[in-house]
Nanobody
Framework: QVQLVESGGGLVQPGGSLRLSCAAS????????MSWYRQVPGEERELVAS????????KYADAVKGRFTITRDSNKRTVALQMNMLKPEDTAVYYC?????????????????WGQGAQVTVSS
């Protein structure tokens, strides 16, 4: 059974930093993409950042480019999101996501999986 466990959320002042981590267990594939999504009440879940296991290709939402950095450990199937220069509009529940892919690309193969979510609140 695939499980994603997130950690590192919390309360931070505007301009501060937080680091989210996610560890996947029970996921048997070596080609995958892991992502962070976020969601605020009443809105759709949106992609924040993604990274592939092969070649560490990345992509970011425009709203976080230059402030957030996603990294991964392919062997351990972990991903981290370093969030700097946080703004109140970054407040959301952040969800970790994993999907099997083909090679170093972004095409999903089969099922995907979600973590339980981690609250990030940016407020003074």
């Amino acid at each position: 059974q695939v499980q994603l466990v997130e950690s590192g959320g919390g309360l931070v002042q505007p301009g501060g930093s937080l680091r989210l981590s996610c560890a996947a267990s029970g996921f048997p594939f070596t080609n995958w993409a892991m992502s962070w999504y976020r969601q605020v009440p009443g809105e759709e879940r949106e992609l924040v950042a993604s990274i592939t296991s092969v070649a560490a290709n990345t992509k970011y939402a425009d709203a976080v480019k230059g402030r957030f950095t996603i990294t991964r450990d392919s062997n351990k199937r972990t991903v981290a999101l370093q969030m700097n220069m946080l703004k109140p509009e970054d407040t959301a529940v952040y969800y970790c996501h994993i999907m099997r892919t083909s090679g170093s690309g972004w095409t999903k193969i089969g099922e995907d999986y979600w973590g339980q979510g981690a609250q990030v609140t940016v407020s003074s």
